[in-house]
């Protein structure tokens, strides 16, 4: 029902299994697995008032399950499963807050799912699960401190995410799974690399858009923020090149054509005062297209 979208439906199903939860965990405090179902039903309600929009009640359930969670966490360390949980209500609590504004205690929230991931990871570095969920925690900092406008240490956190599903993607090229998210910490990379060009560091936007190309060149995206910066870095001919390679390629940005995409990119860079006489000669060259 979730899935499908039906919300109002989806929440009505949660709530009914979370009274009934409630009542079992009541009735018998002691017993772990129920304060875990517990937890989950929170979770669950949580995860639809999310997708409503209704982020304060979300948050508000989120909680309910985050104080069970660390309870179970701490009485029983070697259980895997219940810091896994821990780290995913880290994640739920943080998730919410970054979509409030509050970025600081979001940063914080991601960092704690962090480190209960990065410590699971390096007890069993064999188990891709781990480290495609520590892979997922770099990607949450990240995104927070890219929200913060960090760019430096969000390219870091990216980064080490950008390790980890290199190496899953390499010892597995069957799994679509793992190159679909290859593919996506690279799309991260270049959103960063798009920012560093607007914060004129044109360097390491250029660094950083080679780095994502190298990994998935298909992202024809990604071609264009390099273009961007290799023109601002007064390397006029190699900028025309990528400009005028993509011609014609279609579905660029969803369904934006390459020329629309560097058209309104070039837009927004000349809103934030960033020029160059290059952009109205590649103008000139599409509008005759």
């Known amino acids: 029902m979730e899935r499908q979208g039906d919300f109002a439906e989806a929440l009505q199903s949660y709530r009914e299994a979370l009274a009934i939860a409630e009542r079992l965990a009541k009735a018998d405090p002691s017993k772990t697995l129920w304060q875990h179902d517990l937890s989950g039903s929170y979770d669950n309600v949580g995860n639809v008032l999310k997708a409503q929009g209704k982020l304060a009640e979300a948050l508000q359930s989120y909680r309910k399950a985050l104080t069970i969670a ?5 009485a029983d360390p070697s259980n895997t499963e219940w810091q896994i949980d821990l780290s995913i209500d880290y994640d739920n609590v943080g998730d919410v807050l970054k979509a409030q504004g509050n970025l600081a205690e979001a940063l914080q929230w991601s960092r704690d ?27 949450k900092v990240g995104d927070v401190l890219v929200a913060q406008g960090n760019l430096a240490e969000a390219l870091q956190s990216y980064r080490e995410s950008l390790a980890i599903r290199e190496r899953l993607a390499k010892a597995d090229v069957t799994n679509a799974q793992w190159q679909n998210d290859l593919r996506y910490v690279t799309w991260k990379i270049g959103g960063v690399a798009y920012k560093l060009i607007f914060a004129r560091d044109f360097s ?28 601002f870095l007064d390397r006029v001919d190699d900028a025309r090149e990528v400009y005028l390679k993509y011609r014609g390629q279609q579905n660029v940005q969803k369904d934006k054509s390459w020329e629309t995409v560097i058209l309104e990119d070039f837009a927004e860079l000349q809103k934030a005062g960033l020029t160059h006489p290059l952009m109205q000669e590649i103008e000139k060259v599409f509008a005759g297209s």
């Open 204 to 231: 390491l936007a250029l660094e950083t858009a080679d780095q994502a190309i190298a990994l998935t060149p298909d992202i024809i995206r990604l071609h264009s923020i390099r273009a961007h910066a290799l023109m």
């Open 70 to 74: 660390e309870r179970l966490a701490k």
């Open 113 to 139: 799912g962090l480190t209960i991931r990065e410590r699971l990871a390096k007890a069993d570095p064999t188990n891709t699960r781990w480290q495609r969920d520590l892979s997922i925690s770099y990607n």
